[in-house]
């Protein structure tokens, strides 16, 4: 088990880095020096490989997602801490690796975008209730179309030519994203709190 999770990990790295369909598998064997045998031990082929990978980044995703939930109960806080880790970690996949999962593995792909679409809804829409039951949040607004909504710019707003032409580091265009759409759905109470944030993207 540890050697599939090693495998895993400098897969990921190595896809993130060059793009998933220039990656071999026998690039990933002498990256972690193994044989391409035991590679094949672990894995069948490459899209066994890539699947398993997304599958990885995903549970990554839930675990800390989880973890924030746990452990901040300020729905603002909450939501800041969430969405900077969702942004942060989706800018990791760079777009030739997006671009190449796309194209040449879509079932990995559509795994991705499942995951986005129901996941982190799910997520979104449990903050969406903290925040109205803490009295954060109004309630003139459609929670599952906001949700929906910035579940997908957090999927695609780094593949944004418009906005990476800006000459704004992307940190500071992901703190402006995210303060707009909380003003929008937050009560008088709710722009008190995010005005006493300190706005920093914290390290992934």
């Not at 598998?25 to 699947?51: G, N, Q, R």
């Not at 300190?198 to 390290?203: D, G, H």
Request: with cysteine.
């Amino acid at each position: 088990m540890e050697l599939v999770s090693r495998v895993q990990s400098t897969a990921e790295r190595l896809f993130r880095r060059f793009g998933v369909k220039s990656v071999t598998m026998d690039d990933v064997a002498k990256e972690i020096s193994i044989s391409k045998k035991t590679l094949y031990k672990c894995f069948k082929d490459k899209e066994s490989l890539v699947l398993s990978t997304v599958e990885s980044h995903m549970r990554e995703n839930e675990e800390a997602i989880e973890n924030i939930i746990q452990t901040e109960p300020n729905a603002i806080e909450q939501f800041h801490l969430i969405t900077t880790y969702l942004m942060n970690n989706q800018r990791k996949m760079s777009p030739s690796m997006l671009y190449d999962l796309k194209k040449y593995h879509p079932q990995s792909f559509e795994l991705l975008e499942k995951y986005q679409s129901n996941h982190v809804v799910r997520h979104l829409l449990t903050n969406i209730a903290l925040g109205r039951s803490s009295g954060l949040y109004h309630n003139n607004f459609h929670a599952e179309i906001i949700a929906k909504s910035f579940s997908m710019l957090s999927f695609y707003v780094f593949d944004s030519e418009e906005l990476n032409s800006l000459g704004i580091s992307q940190d500071d265009v992901l703190i402006e994203i995210i303060k707009y759409h909380l003003r929008s759905i937050s009560t008088e109470k709710g722009i008190e709190n995010i005005n006493s944030i300190e706005w920093k993207i914290k390290p992934s």
